[in-house]
């Protein structure tokens, strides 16, 4: 059965720079959420979008941004990167009656 | 204050040797109840949905129960390969995201 895809799986980049994390849901899947997950650390949710609207913000930073296209499929935008921005990336999809959400096998970012 | 918390934080057992993880809840409203099962580096993989007080659902060698305050994943005579982290999380009415608890890293020694 098919999975939800993110890409790219692992990224490097240096401080005050930008990356763009994509997510490509389950399809059918018409709700996106966003986790990040530290070392060690429970998944902590970020945004989620249904219908290409945001619908539910978590403790999202200000530098990040996201939106969900009309395919359905879903970009993060991460700008200014710290330090403390490294951490795993989990994009899930669900059906928007449907309570499971399905996570992806996640964008390890690596910020030095 | 919706909150999850899963015991033990980690768990060692030998091959065959059954066990329970717990994660206790306290939420305004649960729309639902959910284990996955995560390994090293991984997405988190559904193994359970569960909705209501004494529902049970059955995979294979692990049993997840729910009653009003807590959820247990039995695990029966494990075999190495059921090592993981097991997350707990919960949906709360009127909202989309997950809680999560920390998880319970289990070992399971051959």
């Known amino acids: 059965a098919a999975g939800v895809i993110q890409s790219p799986r692992h990224l490097i980049k240096e401080k005050r720079e930008t990356a763009t994390l994509k997510c490509y849901p389950i399809?059918?899947?018409?709700?996106v959420y966003w986790y990040q997950q530290g070392p060690g650390q429970d998944p902590q949710f970020l945004i989620s979008?249904?219908?290409?609207?945001?619908?539910d913000k978590g403790s999202i930073p200000d530098r990040f941004s996201a939106q969900q296209f009309s395919d359905y499929h879903s970009e993060l935008n991460m700008s200014s990167l710290e330090l403390g921005d490294s951490a795993l990336y989990f994009c899930?999809?669900?059906?928007?009656?449907?309570?499971?959400?399905?996570f992806g096998p996640g964008t390890r970012l690596l910020v030095l | 204050e919706d909150q999850v918390t899963q015991s033990p934080e980690a768990l060692r057992l030998q091959e065959g040797e059954s066990s329970s993880l717990n994660c206790s809840y306290t939420?305004?409203?649960?729309?639902?109840l959910f284990w996955y099962r995560q390994d090293p580096g991984k997405g988190p993989e559904f193994l359970f949905t569960?909705?209501?007080a004494g529902e049970e659902k059955e995979k294979e060698r692990l049993k997840a129960t729910l009653t009003k305050k807590e959820s247990f994943l039995h695990i029966t005579a494990p075999k190495p390969e059921d090592s993981a982290t097991y997350l707990c999380?919960?949906?709360?009415?009127?909202?989309?995201?997950?809680?999560f608890g920390t998880g319970t890293r289990l070992k399971v020694l051959a």
């Open positions: 899930a999809s669900s059906t928007q009656g449907g309570e499971t959400q399905y």
């Open positions: 399809p059918r899947h018409d709700t």
């Open positions: 979008f249904y219908e290409k609207m945001q619908s």
């Open positions: 939420v305004s409203g649960l729309r639902g």
């Open positions: 569960l909705y209501s």
């Open positions: 999380a919960l949906k709360v009415s009127g909202t989309y995201k997950y809680i």
